[in-house]
């Protein structure tokens, strides 16, 4: 029960910062005004379907989709976000001109129907260049799948996979993967092909190692929260273009010196980990903006942070911290948001 509890606070938390961070730029880009072709229904999508670029639902429950769909010869992006679909519509794997395709259900409402598969002849839709299946009961990625050699962006948040085919080696224009909350205990050494990966989400699985992925030479964005590692995986250290990287959660006691590698970092989420002491070596990490320790048994808190030019918040909640007045200060004096409540 009490890990239940714990997963399900970790689980408000990412959503909140989901919230607040990413999902209104996504938004921004998607309803930006005096887009064309946009439409909000099926029913006014239908009455000029050669029109139709895009279909965004999101305030309704979508149980169908109908099959006059196929006459949007020109739709290339198709989002719903409530779905309530028993089983993945077959009809969508008939609009060959898809690029993008996101199908959302609500995290809260039970109400809301999963579907339990994908389709093999999702491989038809040649030119997608951007999936994402969340908040789903997938257990498994079909093989068919990796026919999509064009797609960039791939999301199986909150489905409840426990292995990834090597095969997902072949998707080589990756450049995001998310695959968050699912029930992962690994992931191939196949990731390691992925060289134009740039996003990586792993977070709330069971992980407690990843392959040495020190290949993604291009990698910005490490997400690792609610797992089980003692260790941040030293191929990171050799990740240089690394600016956020999130280990909420975990069980990591010691941040080695070779973080200091990490010279475009700026975003380090440590909270809720077995630190001890501040980790000196992030200190070497010059452009940090955003730092948590929230919920580790830390008691310091060097002057160095003072050198970190372009702080904006220190996040120091349930920590053992009390820092002198004159820091405090001083860090206020630059506009830093020093939160200890957390």
């Known amino acids: 029960m009490t890990k239940t509890i714990l997963k399900l606070r970790k689980f408000f938390f990412t959503v909140l910062f989901l919230s607040l961070v990413i ?36 305030e309704k429950k979508v149980s169908h989709i109908p099959d006059e769909i196929i006459q949007c010869k020109n739709l290339k992006k198709l ?36 579907f339990y598969s994908i389709p093999v002849e999702i491989n038809q839709l040649r030119n997608l260049k951007e ?10 990625i079909p093989q068919s799948l990796w026919d999509l050699k064009d797609l960039t962006h791939l999301s199986f948040y909150a489905n409840e996979l426990a292995s990834v085919a090597e095969e997902i080696q072949q998707l080589s224009n990756l450049t995001d993967l998310d695959l968050q909350f699912n029930n992962l205990t690994s992931i191939p050494e196949a990731f390691k092909n992925l060289k134009k990966l740039k996003h990586l989400y792993l977070s709330y699985n069971e ?23 003692t260790e941040i995986p030293p191929f990171v250290f050799q990740c240089s273009k690394i600016w956020m990287l ?27 980990n077995q630190l001890l002491s501040f980790p000196q070596s992030i200190l070497k990490c010059p452009e ?35 820092p002198s007045a004159e820091l405090i200060r001083k ?3 630059r506009k830093v948001i020093v939160d200890f409540e957390g």
Not at 23 to 51: D, R
């Open 288 to 322: 940090m903006r955003y730092l948590d320790l929230n919920g580790n048994l830390i008691k310091d808190l060097p002057k160095g942070v003072l050198n970190w030019k372009h702080l904006e918040k220190l996040v120091l909640s349930h920590t053992n911290i009390q």
């Open 331 to 333: 860090l206020k004096a």
């Open 246 to 272: 999130t280990v909420f959660s975990n069980q990591i006691s010691e941040i080695p010196a070779e973080i200091e590698n990490l010279q475009l970092l700026h975003f380090l989420s440590l909270g809720q």
């Open 79 to 114: 989002i719903i976000k409530n779905s309530n679909f028993v089983d993945f519509p077959q009809v969508i794997t008939e609009l060959i001109s898809l690029e993008s395709l996101e199908i959302q259900r609500k995290f809260s409402k039970s109400d809301y129907l999963p």
């Open 207 to 229: 992980l407690n190692q990843l392959p040495d992925l020190s290949q993604l030479t291009d990698l910005e964005i490490l997400s690792l929260d609610s797992n089980n590692f």
């Open 23 to 58: 999902i209104p730029a996504m938004m921004v880009v998607l309803l930006q005004p005096g887009n064309k072709g946009i439409y909000h229904s099926f029913e006014k999508a239908l009455k000029t379907p050669e029109k139709v670029n895009t279909i965004i639902i999101a």
């Open 131 to 140: 999936l994402e299946i969340s908040n789903q009961k997938i257990q498994e």
